[in-house]
Nanobody, 117 residues
């Protein structure tokens, strides 16, 4: 089992910055990819960014350039630096961990990000 705990959400005005962090515990050696997903009420979670254990990154949509994902394997953490935030970035951000082998995903509890215009 893998447990994920997020921190760093909050409210910010458009143009501002936030940094989200997530710490994994449990069977951390089984984690292949870590990432961040965003969800609005009544919609599916969409991938914001993910990063492999080796540091290869993927960004969803038009977030690349404004968002930067990083990972510290020694500390079992993944972070998302978000800048130039827009109201449409508002949502609940979930930390995700994908396991080797069966590809099972584990999720954090989510952290709210609200960007006001």
């Amino acid at each position: 089992q893998v447990q994920l705990v997020e921190s760093g959400g909050g409210s910010v005005q458009a143009g501002g910055s936030l940094r989200l962090s997530c710490t994994a515990s449990g069977s951390v050696s089984a984690i292949s990819i870590m990432g961040w997903y965003r969800q609005l009420p009544g919609t599916q979670r969409v991938m914001v960014a993910d990063i492999s254990r080796q540091g290869a990154t993927n960004y969803g949509g038009s977030d690349q350039g404004r968002f930067t994902i990083s990972r510290d394997n020694a500390r079992n953490t993944v972070s998302l630096q978000m800048s130039s935030l827009k109201p449409e970035d508002t949502g609940v951000y979930y930390c995700a961990a994908k396991l080797y082998g069966n590809g099972q995903y584990h999720w954090g509890q989510g952290t709210q990000v609200t960007v006001s215009s």
